[in-house]
């Protein structure tokens, strides 16, 4: 399965192009884009688009655009089942920005269905993250979701790791910036 995922900046070329051009069976956001980022995906409707929101999105530009919010949810496609979980570790006090305590994402993915592949703007605690820095720290829950589920594949944006680590207990970690072209082997 490919899929054209795209996290925390624009795409670097039209996205109806990219996947005209690469045959893409689905379309992944993975946060802190903006609809004007990607309003072609407005005329995108022969194949999926599924997507959690980023920290620093608005929150509402899903719909308009046909995504599918993933934040908590189970979506299956060609007997795939994907699911996500939205924005970063609770950095600062503001209601205008999507972030959770530690705690809170424990709470919220303790007990989330067990998934194929799961995307997430933040990434887990410890992989590709900044431990000692509150706003680039993983979530702890997303890697207890990892040791109990191993879904095959995890998807991320949200830092910029030099090195990125590419697997966390047999799980795939796919480290996401600006658009990639993903090949899913199942």
């Not at 005209?20 to 409707?45: A, K, W």
């Not at 980023?54 to 060609?78: A, C, M, Q, T, W």
């Not at 040791?147 to 799980?171: A, D, F």
Request: hydrophobic share 35%; glycine share 6%.
């Amino acid at each position: 399965m490919k899929i054209l995922a795209i996290a925390d900046r624009p795409p670097t070329k039209s996205i109806i192009e990219t996947i005209r051009q690469n045959e893409i069976d689905l379309v992944c956001t993975l946060g802190d884009l903006t609809h004007f980022d990607l309003y072609e995906l407005e005329h995108i409707t022969h194949i999926p688009k599924i997507g959690v929101y980023g920290n620093h999105d608005s929150g509402n530009y899903f719909e308009p655009l046909g995504i599918i919010n993933l934040h908590l949810r189970v979506f299956e496609f060609k007997g795939i089942k994907f699911g996500g979980f939205e924005g970063c570790v609770r950095y600062k006090d503001t209601p205008h920005a999507i972030m959770y305590t530690q705690e809170e994402a424990q709470k919220m993915l303790e007990s989330f269905k067990c998934v194929d592949v799961f995307i997430t703007h933040a990434p887990p605690y410890g992989v590709n993250d900044e431990p000692e820095e509150l706003s680039h720290q993983g979530f702890k829950a997303l890697r207890k979701y990892i040791n109990r589920c191993h879904p095959k594949y995890l998807l991320h944006g949200h830092t910029y790791p030099q090195n990125p680590i590419k697997e966390l207990n047999q799980t795939q970690i796919i480290y996401v910036h600006q658009d990639m072209i993903v090949e899913l082997d199942f």
